[in-house]
């Protein structure tokens, strides 16, 4: 286990590959100053393939990548769903709307991988922390994290 209390884990050729969709997603997003550009995909991982996707803002309201993948899966077992997202889900909404991590704790997807931690620019984020606290498995693929965080580079210095 990383300082950071997450589990560090080599990509798999799938998880590299739905990492890779869930990047796609995030550059769809449209760059604003008050939010992260977020990319989402969740799979069956029986099927291999996609059974919903989401981005940042792709819904009114100010919507999460997460948010808005969830709101498009239809009622199925979960058992076998993996949720890709290119950030750690939130656990906190300035908003005041419901977090990410309430919503996929909610869904019952028992595995969630991430490609960067949520950096300390609007709240302290954590996501994957409470996830596991609720019996979810997480992942972070450390291999995707500048990826990832590029796709913020209106928000985050590149350095």
Not at 49 to 75: K, M, P, W
Not at 94 to 105: A, Y
């Amino acid at each position: 286990m990383s300082p950071m209390g997450h589990d560090y884990r080599p990509q798999s050729d799938m998880d590299e590959f739905w990492m890779s969709q869930a990047l796609l997603c995030a550059r769809k997003a449209k760059a604003v100053d008050t939010a992260f550009s977020v990319g989402c995909v969740i799979i069956d991982s029986r099927e291999q393939q996609i059974v919903t996707s989401g981005y940042s803002r792709q819904f009114d309201g100010n919507t999460h990548a997460e948010e808005c993948a969830l709101s498009q899966l239809e009622e199925k077992t979960r058992e076998h769903l993996v949720l890709y997202t290119t950030m750690e889900p939130c656990s906190q909404r300035l908003s005041g709307k419901k977090s990410c991590v309430q919503r996929i704790i909610a869904s019952r997807i028992p595995r969630v991988v991430f490609g960067c931690r949520e950096p300390r620019i609007f709240v302290e984020c954590n996501g994957a922390d409470q996830l596991k606290q609720a019996g979810i498995q997480v992942d972070f693929l450390k291999e995707f994290e500048s990826s990832c965080l590029q796709v913020n580079s209106h928000l985050i210095p590149q350095t």
